[in-house]
Each structure stands twice: as C-alpha cells, then as structure tokens.
C-alpha cells in the first residue's frame, strides 16, 4: 500500500518506500481531536488507541533496560537505537518483544500519536529483540536476546558478546545444538566463549583469510544467535535453519576431492531446491 488516506480529514499520508508498516483505514468511533493538540506530549497520547483486536504501538522507553541492552551488546552509535524501538504491549513490564523503526516510519507515528491515533496499524517494524525466559535467561545481565530477523541489521553495529569461528566448529554447532566450551576444535574459540557474560551472543563464521575484526566485507557474513551458559554454547535457531546453514557450510569444507562433480551437483542441486 502506497498511500494511506485518514477519513477524517482527507490527508493523504504517502508512506511509498516503506516496507515494514502495513496500516488499514479505519473511522474512529468518537469525535475527532482537536487539530491544535499537535503540542500535546507523544506520552500522553500514544496509549490512547481505540481499537479494538489491534494490539496498541508504543514507543519503549524504558531507559534503564535500553541502556543494558546498549551496554551488553556494545551497540554503537553507527545504529540510530534510541527512540527506534517500539513495542505492542502497554505493560513495560511484561514485554516479550521489541521492534526496530527507520527514522521515516519513526515520524509517521509520532504524528498519528499526535493525531490520536486515528491510524490503525496491523503491523509495523522490525523484530529485534526477544525477552528470554528460562531460568537461567532470568538470571543473565541483559533480559533480551536478539532475534533471527534482526540479527542482520544489528549485526555490523556491536562490538561485544559476538565471537568468530572456525568452518569445523561451526559446522559441529549445528549439528550438536549445544557445545561445551572444553569441546570445541579450536581450544581458543571455547576460551573467548567461556570468557563471555551469561546470556545472548552472536557466532560468525570466520571465512578463510578473515581477520576476525574485519567488518569490510562485501559478502554478508555467516552468522547465528546463540546462548552462552553457564558451561556451553547452545545455539538459538531452529532445526531447519540449521540443517540450511549447514549445507551451505559444508560447501566451504570441501576437499579438491570433493570438488569432482559427482560430488558437487548433488550437493548444489539439494540447495537450489532448499531456495524454492
């Protein structure tokens, strides 16, 4: 959808270009605010929706977790962070999930919470992070892990609780799920994950030749979510992203054995049909 029209006072609101808001058209059910509330405070007014079966949009500014989820994963200023995030829950307390806005899709709201709301919006952001609770995740520094559809977009803007792998242990993460840190090929790679704080990080597959503080590449990096405990690395995706990845992975294991075509079209043939 292009074009959003509010039916209260014919404004068209181009949203063109714009892949994460999805908005309906819909009629309040009330008068409509006054157009000089436009001074009126985004905090008063954004918990105001009236709709029904349509979760609210609330920006999340609880400062105190935003910051140790900055602090945690050494999120840099590269990444516009605060006052992007947005959640659909009016309890701050019990949020399970937050979502990450551009600055466009950042304006739009803050004038539909200055126009009260008169914007239904079913959908709208980027999943970001995700509370984790289990036991142990409730007892980690940060709260929030980050998600799978995040990953890519947070990716070349932290600079802690990531850790870069070897193809073989890699390879040997998504076939085990779980790793103890004594277990790992390369002995240095279970040190630095031992050495990491209880909770989220982020593994990426080190690429041959790749300094692991090498964020230049023109190829997007191997990358997944994982867990450090107490004593392993659990990975934190599902069975059949990981059966995808490691095909993918394989590929960089071969041997110039391997390379003989007999061996190659299968194993290309099996992830082009993996693509469809």
């Given at each position: 959808?292009?074009?959003?029209?509010?039916?209260?006072?014919?404004?068209?609101?181009?949203?063109?270009?714009?892949?994460?808001?999805?908005?309906?058209?819909?009629?309040?059910?009330?008068?409509?605010?006054?157009?000089?509330?436009?001074?009126?405070?985004?905090?008063?007014?954004?918990?105001?929706?009236?709709?029904?079966?349509?979760?609210p949009?609330?920006?999340?500014?609880?400062?105190a977790?935003?910051?140790?989820?900055?602090?945690?994963?050494?999120?840099?200023?590269?990444?516009?962070?605060?006052?992007?995030l947005?959640?659909?829950?009016?309890?701050?307390?019990?949020?399970?999930?937050?979502?990450?806005?551009?600055?466009?899709?950042?304006?739009?709201?803050?004038?539909?919470?200055?126009?009260?709301?008169?914007?239904k919006?079913?959908?709208?952001?980027?999943?970001?992070?995700?509370?984790?609770?289990?036991?142990?995740g409730?007892?980690?520094?940060?709260?929030?892990?980050?998600?799978?559809?995040?990953?890519?977009?947070?990716?070349?803007?932290?600079?802690?609780q990531?850790?870069?792998?070897?193809?073989?242990?890699?390879?040997?993460?998504?076939?085990?799920?779980?790793?103890?840190?004594p277990?790992?090929?390369?002995?240095?790679?279970?040190?630095?994950?031992?050495e990491?704080?209880?909770?989220?990080?982020?593994?990426?597959?080190?690429?041959?030749?790749?300094?692991?503080?090498?964020?230049?590449?023109?190829?997007?990096?191997?990358?997944?979510?994982?867990?450090?405990?107490?004593?392993?690395?659990?990975?934190?995706?599902?069975?059949?992203?990981?059966?995808?990845?490691?095909?993918?992975?394989?590929?960089?294991?071969?041997?110039?054995?391997?390379?003989?075509?007999?061996?190659?079209?299968?194993?290309?043939?099996?992830?082009?049909?993996?693509?469809?």
């Open positions: 959808m292009d074009k959003v029209k509010d039916g209260s006072n014919g404004d068209d609101i181009d949203l063109s270009g714009e892949k994460d808001v999805q908005i309906s058209e819909a009629t309040p059910d009330g008068d409509l605010l006054d157009t000089e509330m436009g001074e009126a405070s985004l905090d008063a007014n954004q918990n105001k929706g009236r709709w029904r079966g349509v979760d949009v609330i920006f999340y500014k609880d400062e977790v935003v910051g140790r989820i900055m602090e945690f994963y050494g999120i840099k200023d590269s990444l516009p962070f605060k006052g992007h947005i959640t659909r829950n009016n309890d701050m307390n019990h949020v399970k999930r937050i979502y990450y806005v551009s600055n466009s899709v950042k304006e739009v709201l803050e004038l539909n919470f200055l126009a009260g709301q008169q914007l919006i079913a959908s709208v952001g980027l999943k970001m992070f995700e509370r984790q609770t289990s036991k142990e409730a007892s980690a520094p940060c709260l929030f892990r980050i998600s799978s559809e995040g990953l890519p977009l947070i990716l070349p803007h932290i600079t802690k990531i850790l870069y792998v070897s193809a073989v242990d890699f390879k040997h993460l998504l076939q085990y799920k779980s790793i103890k840190f277990d790992f090929v390369d002995p240095d790679f279970g040190q630095k994950a031992s990491l704080m209880l909770g989220c990080c982020v593994v990426v597959l080190k690429r041959e030749g790749q300094a692991p503080s090498d964020s230049s590449q023109d190829v997007m990096p191997i990358a997944i979510g994982c867990w450090r405990g107490r004593t392993n690395i659990s990975v934190m995706v599902t069975a059949i992203d990981c059966q995808e990845l490691l095909e993918r992975v394989s590929m960089l294991l071969l041997t110039k054995e391997d390379l003989k075509p007999e061996v190659t079209i299968p194993l290309f043939q099996r992830l082009v049909k993996k693509e469809k």
